[in-house]
């Protein structure tokens, strides 16, 4: 089975500020991760995914992302966060040996807010 | 969301009465995906789809059914609405293997 977990309902940082939020995974193969953002009464939109590789993943609006094996982890950060960063972000995994319907498991959401 | 959109954007009806919503694609991906969003579940996966007329469970599927006889839409309807199913319901699309997914816009469903 696949799961992701987001430990932090909310994170608050100023304009400016480097920012991180946090996910952990468990999966029994290989994890393929995706970070997705959401904006009020918006679908969710990419951010960034990791499949193999660099395990530093940069995507899109200056957002990274770090992968962890050891620690099972794949954070989201931002060097330096704006206002129009306040979002909900979504982490999700899938497993690597999880068969061929290629679904996702989503974490339960991270509401971001930066303050100015 | 461009290749997917999903209607209706917003509907009410009331408990017991069926209802249908649809998610149409324009990308021919082969993988759909119905997901429920709720406060403090996140999303939640309600059915999925690997092709026409292949359909199978997520891990909340009671009350709800699929249907997919084209492959570019997929059909979830609610047998007999209930208010536990007052919700957001979004569907997205996957090319499969190491691809994400691609969200519609969302679907707001109450039931009253």
């Known amino acids: 089975a696949q799961s992701v977990a987001q430990p932090e309902d909310q994170v608050n940082v100023a304009e400016g500020n480097p920012l991180t939020v946090k996910c952990t995974y468990s999966?029994?193969?290989?994890?393929?991760l995706f970070w997705y953002v959401q904006y009020p009464n918006r679908g969710l939109q990419f951010l960034l995914k990791?499949?193999?590789?660099?395990?530093l993943v940069k995507g899109s609006y200056g957002f990274e992302a770090e992968f962890n094996k050891s620690q099972t982890s794949f954070h989201l950060k931002k060097p330096s966060a704006l206002v129009s960063d306040s979002a909900l972000y979504f982490c999700?995994?899938?497993?690597?040996?999880?068969?061929?319907?290629?679904?996702?498991?989503f974490g339960k959401g991270t509401l971001l807010t930066v303050n100015p | 969301d461009a290749g997917i959109t999903q209607s209706p954007r917003h509907k009410v009806t009331e408990t017991g009465t069926p209802v249908t919503l649809r998610c149409h694609q324009t990308?021919?991906?082969?993988?759909m995906y119905w997901y429920r969003q709720d406060p403090g579940h996140g999303l939640r996966l309600i059915h999925y789809?690997?092709?026409?007329?292949?359909?199978d469970k997520g891990e909340v599927s009671d009350g709800y059914s699929v249907s997919r006889s084209k492959t570019e839409d997929f059909l979830l309807t609610l047998e007999s609405a209930t208010s536990s199913q007052t919700s957001v319901y979004f569907c997205?699309?996957?090319?499969?293997?190491?691809?994400?997914?691609?969200f519609g816009s969302g679907t707001r469903l109450t039931v009253v």
């Open positions: 997205a699309i996957s090319e499969g293997f190491n691809y994400g997914y691609t």
């Open positions: 999966v029994s193969g290989n994890p393929y």
């Open positions: 990791y499949i193999t590789g660099d395990n």
């Open positions: 999700a995994v899938r497993d690597e040996s999880g068969g061929s319907n290629y679904k996702l498991t």
């Open positions: 990308e021919n991906h082969r993988y």
């Open positions: 789809s690997y092709g026409v007329k292949d359909t």
